[in-house]
DNA sequence: AGTTAAGCGGACCGCTGGTCCGTATCGTAC
DNA sequence: GTACGATACGGACCAGCGGTCCGCTTAACT
């Protein structure tokens, strides 16, 4: 059993750190640069090797294994990190993403909010839901997001599925989807904000009232 | 340019068949229906490897990669085969899913059909759309319904983009968010294929006549 | 039966994610 | 400032993967 710490204390939940050395911070932070830059830099994420984040970050392979648990942990840390934003934003911040919208305006601000993440972050996005071995959907991200959706679409009347559509909407957001559209199709950012928009106003109906 | 030769000689185009030796075709035989099975069995389609399938076919492994180029092109010879009756079935067989069905009640047919058969070949399409270098949309079949789906859509008034409701549409019928809710969460098939109709019909809008 | 080339298979290669363990560094108690 | 235990470090190392090579086998045609 050679567990005897949590494996992926990328964050830890309760705000009592237990602990960190500065080096092992400092590093993590070096890390998580590194991988984000590499990243950015090659256009698929595949032909980032572990190796080659650990270079980039002067450090070595180990840390990398220490710090996250695998490949995915990385992955998973650095999207979270730059997601934190959007993801609080839409807890507890206020209109349009936060949870006091009325559901009408908070779906598709929710969505164009995810969207524009990852046209900003296409690599990163690409890089997580691109992992491979995992589905997408086994990681509590996921979960959130589909949650927060979901319950926004329960309070629409006349919506009979909102799980399902929850799952529908997100999947049009789907990084290599983006990828595809942005990158080899071309088409143009606000159009395809524009095209998710009116996608999402069809799925969800006409508001009751003026709204 | 080591490349006198078709790498990929799947399915020749020409229905000349450039003379394919017998024991040729009965090892590429051998290999697909061992491969069928390998993915049936296991759960997740990355832990069959092509050592495996050679192995269980009867064959060297050489003779994977001399008839189907790379694992890519393994699984997709494999998953053309078992789609080719929808396939077909949609470009020139009678409604509801041949071409000359109004669109209204064509399109979800297009989607349920490829809904069951995800169902029905689940370990296969993940292993397709998992193949993890290369983006599902790079593959010419995605590219195939697409144009199918986005050109019935485009016969229906008052839907102003087409082209990106066809793959928000196919989006919602990925092989892994299939994979998550028929086998993760248990949703009955049955269930799921309603919610896909309902969710599919919520797009298209209301029919202009009794369709 | 003889000839030829297509087909065969399994040893082999490069590379990857992931691990191990002796060593260097941090944080603390004095 | 120094001594010391705990913690983190790093690069050699490992197992397993997709994919290739090449000497041998065998189908096909005469």
Redesign the interface.
């Known amino acids: 059993m050679p567990d005897p710490t949590p494996p992926t204390p990328s964050t830890p939940p309760t705000p009592s750190a237990p602990k960190a050395r500065a080096d092992a911070a400092r590093n993590r932070e070096a890390v998580l640069a590194a991988a984000d830059r590499l990243f950015a830099e090659h256009g698929?994420p595949?032909t980032v090797t572990m190796a080659d984040i650990a270079a980039a970050a002067g450090v070595g392979k180990a840390t990398l294994f220490r710090g996250f648990g695998d490949r995915t942990g990385l992955i998973r840390a650095l999207h979270e990190t730059r997601l934190a934003p959007i993801r609080q934003a839409a807890e507890e911040g206020p209109p349009p993403l936060g949870p006091t919208t009325p559901p009408h305006e908070r779906v598709p601000a929710l969505l164009d909010a995810l969207l524009r993440f990852k046209l900003d972050n296409r690599h990163l996005s690409l890089a997580l839901e691109?992992t491979?071995?995992g589905?997408?959907?086994?990681a509590d991200h996921y979960a959130h997001w589909h949650t927060t959706l979901r319950t926004a679409l329960a309070r629409i009347p006349d919506l009979?599925?909102p799980d399902?559509?929850a799952?529908?909407l997100l999947?049009?957001t789907?990084a290599?989807?983006v990828?595809?559209?942005a990158g080899?199709e071309g088409v143009p950012r606000e159009q395809?904000r524009a095209?998710?928009a009116?996608?999402t106003a069809?799925?969800l109906?006409p508001a009751v009232r003026g709204d």
């Open positions: 698929s595949g691109g491979g071995n589905s997408p959907y086994a009979p599925t399902f559509t799952h529908a999947a049009a789907r290599d989807l990828e595809h559209l080899t395809l095209q998710l009116e996608f069809r799925v109906g």
